[in-house]
């Protein structure tokens, strides 16, 4: 079992940045590939990043390709990500995940792996 709780939304200015972090507990989390999903009010739930368990591999949704990126350190249970020249179209709940691997993550919904709760971005224009 693995909890994972996310933090650092909040309201920015378009153009601002921002960073977010999930911290995770309970199974080993270098164990696991992480991920970044974000949706939106009436939208689907849409893959933003995923990262490997060491680190090595990440990959982006093309929508922020450039702009975001995505982090990890194991030594503190952590994911991070870094969001910047955000747009108002970033507007949405975000939420990491874990699963077995980047592959996994990408095409991840639940029940499927560890979901966080979500933290709530907000860009405005």
């Known amino acids: 079992q693995v909890q994972l709780v996310e933090s650092g939304g909040g309201l920015v200015q378009a153009g601002g940045s921002l960073r977010l972090s999930c911290a995770a507990s309970g199974r080993t989390f270098s164990s696991y590939a992480m991920g970044w999903f974000r949706q939106a009010p009436g939208k689907e739930r849409e893959f933003i990043a995923a990262?490997?368990?060491?680190?090595?591999?990440?990959s982006y949704a093309d929508s922020v390709k450039g702009r975001f990126t995505i982090s990890r350190d194991n030594a503190k249970n952590t994911v991070y990500l870094q969001m910047n020249s955000l747009k108002s179209e970033d507007t949405a709940v975000y939420y990491c995940?874990?699963?077995?691997?980047?592959?996994?993550?990408?095409?991840?919904?639940?029940?499927?792996?560890?979901w966080g709760q979500g933290t709530q971005v907000t860009v405005s224009s």
């Open positions: 995940a874990s699963g077995v691997n980047t592959n996994v993550v990408r095409t991840m919904s639940p029940p499927s792996g560890y």
């Open positions: 990262i490997s368990r060491m680190g090595g591999a990440v």
